[in-house]
């Protein structure tokens, strides 16, 4: 095993790949803004700038809101405009600033060391071990790209991007040889619409999506982890924040007059499922995420996300949080407890099982067309594609690769990059 800082000769994916990470595009939960932080622009404008280079058809890129557009010209007749997206934002869990990447050459299945938690800190370098992600061992004798240990790496969804746009290369390259050498174009496909986002970390990638510009009638997101992972359904998603207002008395004084908004919200959340929480559940079964929990005597909030596959499901948990709130409203006094809850998307199976399965089977063929064993599984998360597919886009996940996104432990194999760039060739020449 051999680690290094730097990468010698990259293949175009990974090229793309280490470039766009150096970019920080960490999304904003807080900002109220669209996009959540200006600094996502800059990856926008780099995109917009590349494909007009590569000679793309109808770049756009709309500025206020940082969504980039483009096409790939048809060499053949399709039945359909078949789309391929992925986010240009990283999580707001971690830092995003000066990504450092390393690289692990012939892994060799042992604890591959990361730098200090924190540049400079002198605390004890962290550690990617199989012991605790034991998927590593699937990877002897891969290069893995991995963070320092000092921030996430990003392929959450840089991999995605950069995939897309060396899937784009090959294409456009393809075209323009057609054209200089007065013959046909090897890949045979209709027109490709390409489309990057901001802020889906945050749940709002297509709140201003265009789809009139993007053009495609159907699509995938390639946002998924590792390779071979497809999926079509989603959790239905909601957001709910508690606020608990109490009363500040001194506490020598408190008896039958304080009112602990701190200990209320505490209580509040010790009167939910104890099973149902991320980390305690798996497959298709939901969660309450308790994301931030802050307060004092006088006022308490807790901030939660709820997730469940099932619709019927996901609709109980948001009815416990109401019951709640109705129940310690009676117990400390009207007002005392306020519940305000927020849909954030639904299932996508909903608007791809039956119709559009032949998007799952069509990318699944790819795949094994491809030697690549396909896993078919319930995303425990969300994707662009879940919104979109309630306004009329059908759009299911394909993998890019990744694992442990969101944290210092995130890495991504480049032999996997590799092979999904000739799955997005595969499925965009599928006839």
Aim: hydrophobic share 40%.
């Amino acid at each position: 095993m051999n680690i290094t800082n730097t990468f010698e000769h990259p293949s175009p994916v990974i090229e793309k790949f280490l470039r766009y990470i150096a970019v920080d595009t960490q999304s904003s939960e807080t900002s109220g803004a669209h996009p959540s932080t200006e600094k996502q622009k800059v990856l926008g404008r780099m995109l917009a700038e590349e494909l007009r280079a590569m000679h793309a058809e109808n770049v756009v890129y709309n500025e206020e809101h940082n969504y980039v557009y483009a096409a790939i010209p048809a060499t053949c007749e399709a039945d359909e405009v078949v789309g391929f997206i992925s986010h240009m934002d990283t999580s707001p869990e971690t830092s995003g600033t000066d990504v450092r990447p390393q690289f692990v050459r012939d892994y060799d299945g042992s604890d591959i060391p990361l730098g200090p938690a924190v540049r400079g800190s002198g605390d004890a370098p962290l550690v990617l071990s199989p012991k605790q992600f034991p998927e590593l061992l699937e990877y002897k004798g891969k290069t893995l790209i991995t963070t320092d240990g000092s921030t996430l790496l990003g392929a959450d969804d840089k991999a995605g991007v950069a995939e897309i746009m060396a899937m784009a290369e090959v294409l456009l390259k393809d075209i323009e040889a057609a054209k200089a050498a007065g013959t046909e174009p090897q890949y045979r496909h209709g027109r490709i619409a390409i489309a990057f986002t901001p802020d889906e970390e945050i749940g709002e990638g297509t709140a201003f999506f265009d789809l009139e510009q993007f053009g495609a009638d159907v699509a995938y997101t390639v946002d998924g982890g590792a390779l071979g992972e497809l999926e079509y359904e989603t959790f239905n998603a909601a957001a709910a924040t508690v606020t608990v207002k109490g009363v500040t008395v001194h506490p020598g004084e408190a008896k039958g007059k304080m009112v602990n908004a701190a200990a209320i919200a505490a209580e509040f959340h010790c009167a939910l499922p104890a099973d149902q929480v991320p980390e305690k559940t798996e497959g298709r079964e939901g969660f309450f995420y308790l994301c931030e929990m802050k307060g004092e005597t006088e006022e308490a909030t807790l901030q939660y996300i709820i997730r469940d596959h099932d619709r019927g499901l996901f609709e109980e948990k948001k009815q416990l949080l109401r019951d709640l709130e109705a129940r310690f409203n009676e117990t400390y006094g009207a007002g005392a407890v306020t519940v305000t809850l927020k849909d954030q998307y639904f299932n996508m199976r909903e608007k791809i099982d039956p119709d559009y399965l032949y998007l799952v089977d069509r990318a699944e063929a790819a795949m094994r067309d491809l030697g690549i064993e396909p896993h078919i599984q319930p995303i425990r998360g969300g994707t662009d594609g879940a919104s979109l597919s309630f306004r009329g886009l059908p759009c299911p996940n394909l993998c890019a690769g990744g694992h442990n996104f969101h944290g210092r432990f995130e890495y991504v194999p480049v032999e996997s990059m590799e092979r999904i760039v000739e799955l997005l060739l595969h499925i965009a020449c599928a006839e």
